[in-house]
């Protein structure tokens, strides 16, 4: 922190040292989250079900890095979608890839007639194809990896039961449906050479891209707007499949969907700003972990506490000024607590600038350093709640050394995220010392490979590659894959 709690006020100085007790999650409260993770991980694989959903992907191989062919991926994103074809090469964990992005109509979110939606998309999908192969009538069909990053019950690899729309969609007729015939009508209309191989969700193709590359990799995690994690689990360690009498052995990609984490609230140490942030959501008592270290609710966090600390009275900050601009919900983003973290200057001087220019709040100096430390300790809090749900994972499998894909703009651009996340699993999991300062973690965790392109395309091929072997399991249209 820029310069000395000696230069503060008393009540500051006070407010400081409340907030740091509020905030930090010592080693031991870090162990027991992790604990009742694991346990939880367990009840989502088990019949019963619990708050995790333990999501079953239906894609059940690693890729062995010699994949080859040429496959599509389709990311529909909540403000683009993003086409890319990826040649996988005759070159061990190798690929080419061309993509091109198309804008999402803001009309077609809400529109009443989902046709205009899936119409949009294989008009999309036609154009890339007419453009990188000519003729679409004269294209052999390509498999299409297609993901789709909502919320969605996956019985089968090519089917996908939307749950309900996030991201600012809301288009009727889609909910409680299957996705992939939707596109798949839409393709065959426009006459697009294109079927859809696999459904998959970005947490799943996080950790299949990553481990193209790298043969250490283990779990996908994102750690973004929202925070999710995958991981390959013994089909054997799976009582809610075990009608399927699968080898116990067989290997099943999970996708864990670990935001609902401890929605029961029993171990998270919530304030009552998180308790706030739940209870003013569109869904109050769902997503708990999700709502203490995601990048939708960082800044949110924030501003609530510095709303409080203006309204008591014995703190009172920002004295005799309108924070009208403050008072508004979700008016700052983890974006703003990056700024005021990464601020390079003693006296805080780019904090000051943009509280004045987007706040209209005029700053002190014990108040700007206020506002560092507390984003100091919201960011910090995250990335070490964050190591819990890793742990939680290398724990259950037992795992000693491995590396994690780790994906999202928290993860890629928050400072000093993955420091602390790895100080956490330092922590948690009772590393010794290194002897040298530069030697790698036992458990290191990487920024990914592209999950939702090369993922998609990779899960693609390996789908294709285990049907053509006989592994007819969790497909629901087999003759969609002669």
């Not at 019963?48 to 894609?59: A, D, L």
């Not at 990056?338 to 390079?344: F, N, Y």
């Not at 200057?345 to 220019?357: H, I």
């Not at 070490?384 to 890629?412: E, P, Q």
Request: net charge negative; glycine share 8%.
């Amino acid at each position: 922190m820029a310069g000395s709690k000696t230069d503060l006020p008393q009540n500051l100085i006070a407010q400081i040292r409340y907030l740091e007790d509020l905030f930090t999650v010592d080693t031991q409260k870090l162990k027991a989250i992790s604990d009742h993770f694991v346990s939880e991980l367990d009840k989502g694989l088990s019949v019963e079900g619990g708050s995790i959903p333990m999501n079953p992907t239906w894609v059940m191989a690693f890729p062995d890095g010699h994949e080859t062919g040429t496959y599509l991926a389709l990311d529909m994103g909540g403000t683009n979608l993003r086409v890319c074809e990826i040649t996988l090469t005759d070159q061990k964990s190798e690929f080419d890839i061309i993509q091109s992005k198309y804008r999402m109509p803001e009309e077609l979110k809400t529109t009443n007639n989902n046709e205009e939606l899936w119409d949009y998309i294989a008009d999309c999908l036609h154009q890339f194809v007419e453009t990188h192969h000519g003729d679409c009538a004269k294209v052999d069909v390509l498999p299409l990896g297609f993901t789709f990053s909502y919320p969605a019950t996956q019985n089968y690899i090519d089917e996908g039961i939307l749950q309900r729309w996030t991201k600012g969609f809301d288009i009727n007729g889609v909910e409680g449906k299957n996705v992939v015939p939707m596109l798949d009508a839409a393709l065959a209309k426009r006459g697009v050479p294109i079927r859809v191989t696999a459904l998959i969700n970005d947490t799943t193709g996080t950790m299949i891209a990553s481990a193209y590359t790298d043969t250490k990799m283990k779990i996908g995690c994102i750690f973004g707007t929202g925070c999710n994690a995958a991981y390959m689990e013994e089909v054997g360690q799976i009582p809610k499949l075990a009608q399927l009498n699968l080898p116990a052995d067989t290997p099943m990609a999970i996708n864990c969907e670990w935001g609902a984490f401890d929605n029961e609230h029993k171990v998270l140490p919530r304030t009552s700003y998180d308790v706030a942030i739940d209870r003013d959501s569109p869904r109050p008592g769902q997503q708990a972990f999700e709502k203490m270290i995601a990048g939708l609710y960082l800044g949110e966090i924030f501003r609530l506490v510095l709303v409080d600390l203006h309204d008591n009275e014995e703190v009172n900050i920002f004295k005799g000024q309108d924070i009208a601009i403050l008072r508004k919900p979700y008016s700052l983003d983890s974006s703003f607590l990056s700024g005021v973290e990464e601020d390079p200057f003693e006296n805080l001087q780019e904090t000051y600038d943009t509280f004045a220019q987007k706040l209209n709040i005029v700053c002190t100096l014990p108040e700007l350093e206020l506002i560092r430390r507390l984003a100091e300790l919201i960011g910090t809090r995250a990335a070490r709640l964050s190591a819990c749900g890793v742990a939680a994972i290398c724990k259950k499998k037992n795992y000693k050394s491995c590396h994690v894909g780790a994906d999202g703009s928290v993860f890629n651009k928050y400072p000093h995220f993955k420091a602390r996340g790895a100080q956490a699993l330092k922590e948690i999991l009772d590393w010794p010392e290194k002897s040298n300062p530069k030697e790698e973690d036992p458990i290191e965790v990487l920024a990914a490979e592209d999950g939702s392109g090369v993922g998609a395309a990779l899960i693609a091929a390996l789908t294709l590659k285990r049907v053509k072997g006989g592994n007819l399991a969790g497909i629901l249209h087999p003759e969609h894959f002669k």
